[in-house]
C-alpha cells in the first residue's frame, strides 16, 4: 500500500535565476542536508536507519527550519 503512495508524486526541476532566492533556496537545502537528529539513511537494503551525527549540536532540520524562517520575518 505505502509503495502505491509514490506512484502519485510529481517531481519538477525549473531554473533559479534570482541570486537571492537561489542563495536563500540552497540555505535550505544545506539546512535540511545537515539534519543529524531525525534524519534517515534508505540503503539498498530498505532499511530505515537513523543517520549518525559527526556533531554534539543536535539538528533537527524542520524545527531548524521553522526559526530560519522566523528569524527571517522578525527580520522584515
Known sequence: MDGEK???R???AFPIYDEALK???KSY???QL???TKARILDSQQTNTYR???TDIPIR????T???IKRKIDVD
Not at 61 to 64: H, L, T, Y
Open 29 to 31: 537545502i544545506n539546512l
Open 34 to 36: 545537515s539534519d543529524n
Open 61 to 64: 532540520s524542520q524545527i531548524d
Open 6 to 8: 509514490l506512484s502519485f
Open 66 to 68: 521553522y526559526y530560519h
Open 10 to 12: 510529481v517531481e519538477t
Open 52 to 54: 549518525k551525527a559527526n
Open 23 to 25: 542563495k536563500e533556496i
